[in-house]
């Protein structure tokens, strides 16, 4: 698990005494099920001082209060975790979330309980190394890997999460790749490439999205030089594309000429 934030030096919310100001917010990579459905009960945030480590509690938001499908925060989607709060100066070395009861997946219309072992008592851990300085303003995303953080255990028909969470920097030191591909009965999954590194992969929105057929977005992506492909179903027998040389700088979102993948 990768882990980093950012910093606005500016103080618009008159932070007192100096203190940093820190937000959660969650989103998520798609996964092919129909629904995954997660009850995160607390985030607790490890503070290094001088006397030791402490823990604090970050206040949730009303609409954390059960269950969150994350498939519902695919493409570009996010849930802001709660209110920007007030944190001493210091460093954070680590975040945990807790789990509460009713964690489930859905696959084929058909609904199972999701395992959690030890999310619900010490909590996940995400080490995350950062020092907050006086002042600062730090937005902290959590996007969960749904594809890689659910395991199926053997004949048993049990699924277990064993989460992939990338936390990383606000959007506005980043930037984002959004396009079309089309048709969607090609069943695409596009996946995104750094050299010959893949970043991430997401599935396209179907037909009566409200962001229309074969949309898909990637957030939170550092200045460089990035490739898609494109990877039909096989039982399809549409053909897989690639599209090369795509630049991403801070703060904008670079659109990407519409695929069609032909059979």
């Known amino acids: 698990m990768f882990a980093s934030c950012s910093k606005n030096s500016s103080n618009s919310d008159g932070n ?79 975040i945990r979330l807790v789990l509460g009861d009713g964690n489930t997946i859905v696959t084929g219309g058909v609904t ?8 619900q008592e010490s909590g996940l851990k995400i080490n995350f190394h950062q020092t907050l300085e006086p002042n600062g303003i730090y937005k902290i995303w959590l996007d969960f890997d749904v594809a890689r953080s659910i395991v199926k255990a053997g004949n048993s028909g049990k699924y277990l999460l064993k989460p992939v969470i990338r936390a990383n920097t606000e959007a506005a030191t980043f930037g984002a790749i959004r396009g079309t591909v089309l048709p969607s009965v090609a069943g695409t999954t596009v996946y995104l490439l750094n050299g010959a590194d893949t970043i991430g992969s997401t599935l396209p929105e179907k037909a009566g999205s409200t962001f229309g ?45 519409t695929v069609t993948l032909h059979q």
């Open 16 to 94: 007192p005494n100096g203190a940093s100001k820190v937000q959660f917010v969650l989103t998520d990579a798609p996964a092919p099920y129909d629904a995954v459905n997660i009850n995160i009960k607390e985030i607790n945030i490890i503070m290094n001082g001088k006397s030791g480590d402490s823990v604090v509690n970050y206040p949730l938001a009303p609409q954390l209060t059960g269950p969150v499908n994350l498939l519902t925060l695919k493409n570009g989607g996010s849930m802001y975790m709660g209110d920007p709060f007030s944190l001493p100066a210091g460093s954070i070395s680590q």
């Open 112 to 119: 199972h309980d999701l395992t959690t072992p030890s999310a």
């Open 213 to 257: 057929e074969g949309y898909y977005k990637f957030i939170n992506l550092a200045p460089g030089t990035y490739s898609l492909s494109f990877n039909a179903t096989d039982s399809t027998k549409y053909m897989d594309s690639t599209v090369n040389n795509i630049a991403v700088t801070s703060g904008t979102v670079t659109n990407v000429t």
